[in-house]
């Protein structure tokens, strides 16, 4: 059945580029509600609908705006916390233009929706089901659609940088993977690109407590990698919260080569520009579990 969280949860942090100060809740929505963005900030029309098709272009994150021009960005590790965690249906409040990003990665969302529950609504779940092979290219950066029985994502990197050079990685994403394997892996950045961020005043709010910077073969952050294939697996957190844009949970397996969110958002508006590519199927409750977040315990995140 679609699901909402169970109670508000509250999230404050600073926004990884303008470095504002950033504050962000989740409340309960109804079935088919959706999920959708609300600035507080602000007076008028100040919903956002979390839809590929209020995507615009910018770099280094995902931006949403409505009509009116009332904007969000950097929405994808919320947006990949929802879906990793089956929540269908959510309002989010948030009190600027830009959520917070936390450490870098989707755990301190995953943390907090599961300890406050997760709700069954009662209304089916609507998934989109891919039915056949959609691609998009730019270069060597693709994207891929085709069909699969449960989502899956098969994402492959290469940087010049030795400390993540050539990577590929490739999940299935039903019975809490995305908990288990994908949403403590932070978003990184190369110490070149940092500098030139700065110099631009951009990534104002970065640092190491919320990225992993690499110089060449050096790994800047002390720590290190919390994972040795981190990089693949952040660049696949943010494919699964740019794919929650569809508006529903797809049924297919998404294929991305050095994909960032512009690719991502190009494959998902190949898909729904074309009518014989996809289906909407209502599942039946025993087909839920092959969505992600199905079945996940409290436990389960206990490495967070």
Known sequence: MQTTIKD?????????????????????????????????????????????????????????????????????HVMAALAG????????????????????????????FLSTGVRRLNAPVHAIEVLRRVHVADGMVSATLTPAEELEIDFAIDFADAAIGRQHKVLRLSNGTFVRELCDSRTFCRQADVDAMRAAGKALGGSLANAVVVDGARVVNPEGFRHTDEAVRHKMLDALGDLALAGAPILGRYTGVRAGHAMTNRVLRALFADPLAYRIRTLAPEECRILPGAGLERDVFAHL
């Open 8 to 76: 508000i949860v509250r999230f404050e942090g600073t926004g990884l580029h303008a470095g504002q100060p950033a504050r962000l809740s989740v409340h309960p929505a109804p079935a088919h509600h959706g999920i959708w963005f609300r600035r507080t900030d602000l007076d008028g029309n100040t919903m956002i609908a979390a839809r590929h098709d209020a995507v615009e272009a910018s770099p280094l994150c995902t931006l949403l705006v409505n009509e009116a021009g009332v904007s969000v960005s950097t929405v994808e």
């Open 85 to 112: 965690c089956g929540i269908h249906n959510a309002i989010i409040d948030i009190d600027g233009p830009e959520v917070p990003i936390l450490d870098g990665s989707a755990a301190g969302f995953v943390r907090k």
